[in-house]
């Protein structure tokens, strides 16, 4: 019903850029929050930036000022600026979309991988 798809990923040198954009698609009434999370290897899955329907952000202490969340129509990007190896990790997006069969409910999108490497 619902599909998301991620793109965007890379390899970037550290104080490079990044835009991951995050697509969804089907049968959507209405997305209610968005978020984009990441995982580095033997880490937890962490948030790093969110936005409601309303257009209120929250980032990760370790990302402000660094990353913007945006959102146009159903594509949510993260903007992800002067990029250090420590932000490496796979990057996925969330979404809580209602659809017209059912209520809100998470859908995931199947991550995309950022290396921040020299």
């Known amino acids: 019903q619902v599909q998301l798809v991620e793109s965007g990923g890379g390899l970037v040198q550290p104080g490079g850029s990044l835009r991951l954009s995050c697509a969804a698609s089907?049968?959507?009434?209405?997305?209610?929050?968005m978020g984009w999370y990441r995982q580095a290897p033997g880490k937890q899955r962490e948030l790093v930036a969110a936005m409601t329907n309303g257009g209120l952000t929250k980032y990760a202490d370790s990302v402000q000022g660094q990353f913007t969340i945006s959102r146009v129509n159903n594509t949510v990007s993260l903007q992800m600026n002067s990029l250090k190896p420590e932000d490496s990790a796979v990057y996925y997006c969330?979404?809580?979309?209602?659809?017209?069969?059912?209520?809100?409910?998470?859908?995931w999108g199947q991550g995309t991988q950022v290396t921040v490497s020299s």
């Open positions: 089907g049968s959507i009434f209405n997305i209610n929050n």
């Open positions: 969330k979404l809580v979309i209602a659809t017209w069969a059912s209520g809100p409910r998470d859908y």
